[in-house]
């Protein structure tokens, strides 16, 4: 059964994360960005159940704090958490032929990332195969791996 509390707390967080990759958040968007690194690594290390949308997170908002709004103690945070994604889970076996890891090209993909991290905190009926491959976590490494430059 799916907790209605946390899904729709998942929805508030996917709407904060769109405003700062669109630049229009009013809150800390600097505090937001370490939030979801600090809580991505934490799932990692628990092999929680939420790493594929604080991975997808991170991707979506991490240059925030990189090239945004350039910040040397965040960046370093960010890719801690990025690398952290790669080594755990970057030799899972995964029965997938692709991941859409492998087909990401461009900073301008991101914007259907909101539809991603939406699908993966809604994973209902048709969605729910493709959310699958989503949060893969060979697909997961595979984005934490070419946001680091690794």
């Keep these: 059964m799916v907790n209605a509390d946390a899904v729709a ?3 508030v967080l996917i709407g904060e994360w769109d ?3 669109h630049g229009y958040y009013l809150g800390d968007a600097p505090a937001k ?6 809580n991505l690594e934490a799932s990692v290390a628990a092999d929680g159940p939420d790493t594929a949308l604080w991975t997808l997170g991170l991707v979506l908002i991490g ?3 990189i090239y945004a709004y350039p910040d040397a103690e965040a960046e370093a945070h960010v890719l801690k958490a ?7 889970l970057g030799q899972t076996p995964c029965a997938h032929d692709e991941h859409p890891c492998d087909d990401f090209q461009d900073d301008d993909e991101l914007d259907n990332f ?3 991290l939406d699908m993966l905190a809604h994973p209902e009926g048709d969605a729910a195969r493709e959310a699958e491959i989503w949060a893969c976590p060979r697909n997961l490494a595979g984005f934490a791996r ?5």
């Design 33 to 38: 960005v370490l939030e979801c690194a600090r």
């Design 9 to 11: 707390e998942w929805d």
């Design 146 to 150: 070419a946001f680091t430059g690794a």
């Design 114 to 116: 909101r539809h991603v």
């Design 82 to 88: 990025m690398g952290a994604v790669e080594q755990a």
């Design 63 to 65: 240059p925030y704090v």
């Design 19 to 21: 405003e700062i990759r």
